[in-house]
């Protein structure tokens, strides 16, 4: 994926659906910067999208695939400075449940985050999605190139 300006660089995630039509992440290409993850997505490599009908097992395959693109783009879950998560419901207990699921991932990790009910997300079957943002550590090294 070509970088949006000389500026800007996108990011495939290796490992996640490339049937996508946006990139994982996006920096900018100085170190000490933001990086911004599109949202993830509860879908395997295959694009199929995983545990139907289950809060709690799609907000498992989204932080795992929301580390992978975070890593594509030169960054860990330490590195998050902002999270929202979207879950498809009208149902607090459900909220409820891809809260626990996120909060027992970020082992408590107190980054300010958004938790969003909404009507209806991108993916048939899809009810859960998480987008953050990082900041890329500012110590020399060069952020990895995009993957293609």
Known sequence: MPPVTPRVTLHGAPGLFDGVPYAYSAHRSEPGTLLFTAGACPIDAAGTVVAPGDVRGQTEQVLANLVVALEAGGASFADVVRTTVYVATTDRADLLAAWEVFHAFCGGYPAPSTLL?????????????IEAVAVLADDGATPPAPAD
């Open 117 to 129: 009910g909404v009507t209806v997300l991108g993916w048939p079957g899809q009810l859960v999605e």
